[in-house]
């Protein structure tokens, strides 16, 4: 019922930019929050970002200063600086929203987009 696609991965040299997008869609009543969250291979997924519907945002320690989430209305982007190449990872669009058939938000993920920061 809901989809969410990610875009604007990609090769990128260390100390570079890139700049992730993800847009909602489906019958959404409502949006919680959204956030981006990583994977590389061998490891856990983490959460990178998280920004609320009161525009409150959270980062991991590893990426503040370089990474900025933002949000309008069910689409979330994230822009990274200073990329380094421990931020190679898959990049996971998620959120917490309310479609037209719940009583209560429900947790949704994207497909992922590749991340890779060569040195």
């Known amino acids: 019922q809901v989809q969410l696609v990610e875009s604007g991965g990609g090769l990128v040299q260390a100390g570079g930019s890139l700049r992730l997008s993800c847009v909602a869609s489906?019958?959404?009543?409502?949006?919680?929050?959204m956030s981006w969250y990583r994977q590389a291979p061998g490891k856990q997924r983490e959460l990178v970002a998280l920004?609320?519907?009161?525009?409150t945002t959270h980062y991991a320690d590893s990426v503040k200063g370089r990474f900025t989430i933002s949000m309008d209305n069910a689409k979330v982007y994230l822009q990274m600086n200073s990329l380094k190449p421990e931020d190679t990872a898959v990049y996971y669009c998620n959120t917490n929203l309310v479609t037209r058939g719940q009583l209560g938000g429900y947790e949704y993920w994207g497909q992922g987009t590749q991340v890779t920061v060569s040195s």
């Open positions: 920004i609320t519907s009161g525009l």
């Open positions: 489906g019958s959404i009543r409502s949006v919680i929050r």
